[in-house]
């Protein structure tokens, strides 16, 4: 299983991202998906997951300004930041729990990450 995330870059304070992450391979189906974020010398943080029947949770940092959204058909989860801040400046990781088949038990994989930079 692999997970691919796009959409980062540099963009300026109040601006708009939306990043993708799309999960290919061996997949039954997957359960959770969602987003996390690693500042430079921080640890790595949630920032909004997403369950298969669409129920979300964010951190309260991101409330009002990001969304996290998910098509199941196409196993991808996606991120639209709005209003975005220079403490977002952050290399975002994609998550999924996935079941390769129906009788395993969730396995966690992980994107390879991509920068967002905002500046001001």
């Known amino acids: 299983v692999q997970l691919q995330a796009s959409g980062g870059g540099l963009v300026q304070v109040g601006g708009s991202l939306r990043l993708s992450c799309a999960a290919s391979?061996?997949?039954?189906?997957?359960?959770?998906m969602g987003w996390y974020r690693q500042a430079p010398g921080k640890q790595r943080e949630l920032v909004a997951t997403i369950t298969r029947g669409g129920s979300t949770n964010y951190a309260d940092s991101v409330k009002g300004r990001f969304t996290v959204s998910r098509h199941n058909a196409e196993n991808t989860v996606y991120l639209q930041m709005n209003s975005l801040k220079p403490e977002d400046t952050a290399v975002y990781y994609c998550?999924?729990?996935?079941?390769?088949?129906?009788?395993?038990?969730?396995?966690?994989?992980w994107g390879q990450g991509t920068l967002v930079t905002v500046s001001s």
């Open positions: 998550n999924a729990q996935v079941l390769v088949a129906w009788y395993s038990t969730n396995s966690d994989y």
């Open positions: 391979g061996s997949i039954f189906s997957i359960n959770d």
